[in-house]
């Protein structure tokens, strides 16, 4: 997760600490010194909507075999042990867990922030309610584009409207709430248009997601944006951030799944401010890129440990046989292992690339997709052979 705003702007949000605290990057099981990976708990693969790049393949159907409520609980325990920060509760649709609120006020009473990442269409004034006083810390609602075309995404009419209200219904009580937007060449277009939403909603947060070749979005290699696309993209992106901060509206602004993001700022700002690109440059290396399998962790509805959520074709471990963190630390399985040392493994562009140490060989769930070989180069680096040094 790249924050575009803490980069560009030099301003202090919650997750900067433990994305760019001193010795971060060192870290071999966790996002920072004394604490375990951020977990994002897929708590139940059922979903009221069928979007078109759903890493869960997640459909409006009972799953048998999901986590019970006694295995919840003791699974938040497990976490707490371990000193997981952050719980993103996710799906599926996570509102749709009978015992949702029961598990996050166990966490939080747990001393665990936690988080949900919703598609908003269930997000009545009544449960907003109820999750704020159980003291939510974000919710983030997925939105793919403007009204129909944000419908065809998410395979329901009327969605579009629908996660807007929610997120309204989250802004009239001052819960704090974002979007989280899926970039691909059938939306990149209207990243204006998100941003004007931004304004006009009053929405304090976004998050703009590179397209992630798993599950359901597997299918859509040949609709992610081409390298030139992507560069464009990202520098909508960043004036329209930079234009946030200099007349004074203060948004947090982030990029998800994509480190090239952080390397192309740098180099835009070594152009024009080599000052502040300098200091950008000491915050990508406290990060150190990608960190998947160290400081991020995603667990599925059956129990099933993954590096990431979008790498659940690799399973570590399930917790109903083992503590998470017994797992998360087993370095007998070879592609954990691999990860939290994955420099001398990379292949091809990622391997001869100068900027390896602050981005750490990107996304290998993108690479294993394409070439079908974990270690190879992500294709989704947008980067020019001369500005990596190959």
């Known amino acids: 997760m790249i924050s575009v705003t803490k980069l560009l702007c030099d301003t202090e949000h919650y997750g900067d600490s433990l994305r760019y605290s001193q010795g971060a990057r060192d870290q071999v099981h966790g996002a920072s010194a004394g604490y375990g990976p951020v977990v994002v708990w897929n708590v139940t693969r059922t979903c009221n909507l069928n979007c078109i790049h759903?890493?869960?393949?997640?459909?409006?159907?009972?799953?048998?075999?999901?986590?019970?409520?006694?295995?919840?609980?003791?699974?938040?325990?497990?976490?707490?042990?371990?000193?997981?920060?952050?719980?993103?509760?996710?799906?599926?649709e996570p509102l749709l867990r009978k015992d949702l609120q029961t598990l996050i006020s166990y966490a939080k009473n747990k001393g665990i922030r936690p988080t949900i990442s919703t598609?908003?269409?269930?997000?009545?004034?009544?449960?907003?309610?109820?999750?704020?006083?159980?003291?939510?810390?974000?919710?983030?609602?997925?939105?793919?584009?403007?009204?129909?075309?944000?419908?065809?995404?998410?395979?329901?009419?009327?969605?579009?409207?629908?996660?807007l209200a929610g997120i309204r219904n989250c802004r009239e009580i001052d819960q704090r709430v974002g979007l989280r937007f899926?970039?691909?060449?059938?939306?990149?277009?209207?990243?204006?248009?998100?941003?004007?939403?931004?304004?006009?909603?009053?929405?304090?947060?976004?998050?703009?997601?590179?397209?992630?070749?798993?599950?359901?979005?597997?299918?859509?290699i040949d609709e992610d944006v081409t390298r030139e696309?992507?560069?464009?993209?990202?520098?909508?992106?960043?004036?329209?951030?930079?234009?946030?901060?200099?007349?004074?509206?203060?948004?947090?602004?982030?990029?998800?799944?994509?480190?090239?993001?952080?390397?192309?700022?740098?180099?835009?700002?070594?152009?024009?401010?080599?000052?502040?690109?300098?200091?950008?440059?000491?915050?990508?290396r406290l990060n150190g890129g990608n960190r998947s399998g160290i400081a991020i962790s995603a667990v599925d509805w059956y129990g099933n440990v993954h590096p990431d959520q979008f790498t659940q074709n690799h399973t570590l471990g399930n917790v109903r046989e083992g503590k998470f963190g017994d797992i998360w630390t087993d370095t007998s399985q070879p592609i954990l292992a691999g990860l939290k040392n994955r420099k001398p493994l990379l292949k091809g562009r990622c391997a001869r690339c100068r900027w390896l140490d602050v981005c750490n060989g990107n996304f290998r769930a993108r690479a294993e997709a394409v070439t079908g070989d974990f270690w190879e180069s992500d294709p989704a680096c947008y980067l020019t052979d001369e500005e990596i040094g190959g």
């Open 54 to 92: 759903c890493y869960s393949n997640s459909e409006s159907k009972t799953y048998e075999g999901e986590l019970d409520t006694r295995e919840a609980l003791r699974f938040i325990d497990h976490l707490a042990e371990f000193k997981v920060p952050v719980i993103l509760f996710s799906g599926g």
């Open 229 to 284: 696309e992507a560069r464009r993209a990202l520098d909508v992106i960043m004036e329209r951030t930079l234009d946030f901060h200099r007349r004074g509206i203060p948004k947090e602004i982030l990029t998800v799944d994509n480190h090239s993001d952080g390397i192309y700022i740098y180099l835009k700002l070594k152009e024009k401010d080599p000052e502040r690109a300098q200091q950008v440059l000491k915050l990508l």
């Open 182 to 220: 899926t970039i691909n060449k059938h939306n990149y277009c209207e990243l204006d248009a998100i941003f004007d939403l931004v304004e006009k909603e009053g929405i304090p947060r976004v998050c703009f997601y590179h397209l992630v070749y798993s599950g359901r979005g597997s299918k859509m």
């Open 119 to 163: 598609n908003g269409t269930l997000l009545s004034p009544e449960l907003v309610a109820s999750l704020k006083k159980l003291g939510i810390g974000y919710i983030g609602v997925s939105l793919d584009g403007i009204g129909e075309n944000n419908d065809r995404f998410r395979g329901r009419e009327g969605a579009f409207k629908a996660a």
